[in-house]
C-alpha cells in the first residue's frame, strides 16, 4: 500500500490519500519531471479583508462577474456598490466561486480589485504558475472534487480547508507555462468569436431599426401609428394581410404524445429568427391529420410565443417541419402577394412591435397574447420586393452571426479536450 501525502511533506510519487474524494489529478505513472502534491502545497488562500467604502473606486468582483464554464470576467463593479467585507485580492491572483461550485466559476484578474466572500482567492506559490492554476480549478477532476466537498442543499459551497486536499500531479514550471500558453491562444480565439457575436447582434438590432423605420431607399418619412415609415409604405393590421390567425394545441396536449412521430413545436423550440430543435415532443399521425389538424403547420408560417418569459418571440417555419404542429403558440399564414412571412417575423421581434406586444398581452401573474390581439397589431407593408430585399439584408447578418457561434462551439469543443489532455499528460508540451 502506498503512503499518503500529508501537507508540506515532500511530494510522493503516486500517492493516494484514502480519506479525500476519489476525483483528483493524479497521473499514474507519473510522467518525467512531474510531482504528486496536495493543492494546499502548491497554491494558498488569500485572506485579505476589505471594507468597501462609500466613495471608493476599488474595483469589485462578484460571482455575477464570472463567467460560468470558462476561465473570464464578464464586467466588474466598483466598491461603493457593496457594504459588507470583502476580500481582497490582486493581480494575477487566481479566483473560484465556492457557491455552487458545478457552475465552473473561476478566474484569473490583471488587475487589483475586491471580491465576494463566496469567492475563493489563491495565490499560487512559487512552484505553480498562476495561468496554469488558473485552468487547472477548470479542469473535470477538480470541479467534480469541489461538488463532493460542498455542504449545504439550499446554497452548496466547498470551501478551502477541503480543496487544498484535491490532489495533483504537477508540471514543472516551464512546461506549466507552455500548456497556460496553449489554453490561452484558444481562449482567445473564443473571445475574438464572442466579440464577433456581440458586435453582429448590435448591429443586428440597428439595422432593424433603420430599415423598419427609414426603409432601405433613403425615402422621406410620414408619421403613422407605429412611428415614422417612409412615404410609399402603408401601414396595415395584421389581420388584413394574413389569411390564418390561430393556436395550437391547447386542450391537453399530452394526449397526444408518443415516443416519436410528428414533431409538435413548442415555445422551447422558438427564438429570435431560427427554431431550436432541442427539446421536442411529438404527436401521432392520427392525431395530426385527426382532432388537431386544425393547428397543422405550413413551410414559411409565422410562429409567435404566446405565453411566459419569451412571449412576442418569433420565427418562420422551414421547409423540413412542413406539416408538424404547434402547442400553445400562435401561427400565422401570410397572403403571399401582400406579405412575406420572414418579413413580419422579424418585424414582429423588432422593437418598435414589442411596444405593441407589450400593450396587448393580457393576464398577470401568467402573461399571455392572443389571437385577437396579435390580428389588431399594426405592421408596415413596403412593396413586396423592398420586404423581400429586408429580409436578404437581416438574414447577410444573421448568417455573419450564426457562423461565429458555430466557430464559438467547435473551438470551446476545443478547449475542453485540450485542458483535459494537457492536465493528464495524454498530450505533452515540452
Known amino acids: 500500500m502506498t503512503a499518503a501525502i500529508r501537507k508540506g511533506d515532500t511530494p510522493v510519487p503516486n500517492a493516494i490519500s484514502e480519506s479525500s474524494p476519489d476525483s483528483n489529478l493524479v497521473i499514474d505513472p507519473v510522467p518525467t519531471g512531474w510531482k504528486n502534491y496536495y493543492l494546499g502545497d502548491v497554491a494558498q488562500r488569500v485572506k485579505d479583508t476589505h471594507s468597501p467604502s462609500d466613495n471608493g473606486e476599488t474595483a469589485y468582483l462578484g460571482l455575477e462577474h464570472l463567467v460560468q ?5 464578464t464586467g466588474q463593479g466598483i466598491e461603493s456598490d457593496v457594504r459588507s467585507s470583502k476580500t481582497a485580492f490582486k493581480a494575477g491572483d487566481v479566483l473560484f466561486g465556492k457557491l455552487r ?17 463566496d469567492i475563493i482567492v489563491m495565490r499560487g506559490k512559487e512552484i505553480c504558475d498562476s495561468d496554469f492554476l488558473k485552468y487547472l480549478i477548470h479542469a473535470d477532476p477538480f470541479i467534480e472534487y469541489a461538488k463532493a466537498t460542498t455542504t449545504g442543499v439550499q446554497h452548496p459551497r466547498t ?12 508540471p514543472p514550471l516551464p512546461e506549466q507555462e507552455k500548456i497556460a500558453h496553449n489554453l490561452s491562444t484558444v481562449q482567445r480565439a473564443i473571445e475574438e468569436q464572442e466579440r464577433i457575436i456581440q458586435t453582429t447582434s448590435e448591429l443586428k438590432k440597428a439595422l432593424m431599426h433603420k430599415l423598419f423605420t427609414e426603409g432601405p431607399r433613403n425615402e422621406p418619412q410620414k408619421q403613422t401609428e407605429i412611428g415614422p415609415v417612409p412615404e410609399s409604405w402603408e401601414v396595415v393590421r395584421c389581420e388584413e394581410v394574413c ?5 395550437g394545441i391547447v386542450v391537453q ?3 397526444y404524445y408518443v415516443p416519436s412521430g410528428v414533431p409538435a413545436l413548442r415555445s422551447q423550440n422558438v427564438r429570435v429568427d431560427r427554431m431550436q430543435m432541442e427539446p421536442m415532443v411529438y404527436i401521432s399521425e392520427a ?28 420565427c418562420v417555419l422551414p421547409e423540413k417541419f412542413d406539416g408538424c404542429n404547434c402547442i400553445d403558440m400562435l401561427f400565422i399564414r401570410t397572403i403571399p402577394s401582400r406579405l412575406n412571412g420572414s418579413f413580419l417575423s422579424r418585424y414582429i421581434n423588432s ?23 396579435v390580428k389588431r397589431i399594426f405592421v408596415p407593408l413596403p412593396p413586396l420586393k423592398e420586404q423581400n430585399e429586408i429580409v436578404r439584408c437581416l438574414e447577410q447578418i444573421d448568417q455573419k452571426h450564426d457562423q461565429a457561434v458555430a466557430r464559438r462551439h467547435a473551438l470551446r469543443d476545443l478547449f475542453r479536450t485540450l485542458l483535459h489532455d494537457l492536465m493528464t499528460a495524454k498530450t505533452r508540451v515540452t
Open 351 to 373: 422593437e418598435e412591435a414589442k411596444k405593441q406586444v407589450g400593450a396587448g398581452k393580457t393576464g398577470m401573474a401568467q402573461p399571455h397574447f392572443n389571437v385577437g390581439t
Open 159 to 170: 470551501s478551502w480547508p477541503s480543496l487544498n486536499r484535491f490532489r495533483l500531479s504537477l
Open 253 to 255: 396536449p399530452t394526449q
Open 287 to 314: 392525431a395530426n391529420n385527426g382532432p388537431v389538424a386544425k393547428s397543422k403547420l405550413r413551410t414559411g408560417d409565422v410562429l409567435i410565443v404566446r405565453t411566459g418569459a419569451n412571449l412576442g418571440m418569433s
Open 69 to 73: 464554464g470558462f476561465p473570464s470576467l
Open 243 to 247: 389569411e390564418t390567425t390561430s393556436v
Open 101 to 117: 461550485p458545478y457552475l465552473r466559476k473561476g478566474a484569473r484578474p490583471d488587475f487589483d480589485g475586491i471580491c465576494s466572500t
